[in-house]
């Protein structure tokens, strides 16, 4: 390829010289001679990107906000996402951040171009205030492990105040 550059960098160094020999600027002069150019080759080094049939996962969103959410509701939220490898995906994993979520998955490889789901379940029940989970999934993808948020706040159930005032029972006579 050097040689190859540097074979035509040559030629048109001498097309140019001899160019610039024969012809006459407008007064009728000719040129002053060309000075002698180095042509140094410009090398490109080959570009290869690599080709891989691994699979990979395209989630349709990584994290979801349940908002405002009563105490002691399940909160549940379904993480879909495609194989967009030329293997089947194998998700090997799905590890919540606290026992207070749970995760369910398939078990099944996933084929290429098709579609799967991750169910994320939030227990709010004692659990006041805002969250944030986080949900980490294990898989022979090349973006594993990839990690799944959620959030929101639980509002705190109203306590049950007692009544203020207690009647006895009346002794029958």
């Given at each position: ?10 030629i ?17 002069k000719?040129?002053?001679?060309a ?55 194998i ?61 929101g ?8 105040q ?12």
């Amino acid at each position: 390829m050097k040689k190859f550059t540097l074979t035509i960098a040559t030629i048109l160094l001498c097309v140019l010289v001899s160019f610039s020999q024969t012809s006459k600027d407008k007064a009728g002069k000719k040129p002053a001679p060309a000075k002698a150019t180095t042509v140094t080759p410009v090398v490109t080094p080959a570009v290869t990107t690599p080709v891989t049939t691994q699979p990979d996962l395209l989630f349709e969103a990584d994290s979801h906000d349940f908002g405002s959410i009563p105490e002691g509701t399940q909160a549940t939220f379904e993480f879909k996402f495609t194989n967009t490898g030329k293997e089947p995906l194998i998700i090997s994993n799905v590890q919540a951040s606290c026992g207070c979520t749970t995760p369910k998955w398939s078990n099944e490889p996933i084929a290429p171009g098709k579609t799967g789901t991750i169910t994320a379940s939030y227990n709010s029940s004692g659990r006041p205030g805002p969250f944030t989970k986080s949900i980490t999934v294990t898989s022979n993808a090349i973006s594993s492990p990839k990690v799944l948020t959620i959030n929101g706040v639980v509002e705190a159930k109203p306590v049950e105040q007692p009544s203020p005032v207690v009647v006895p029972e009346q002794p029958k006579n």
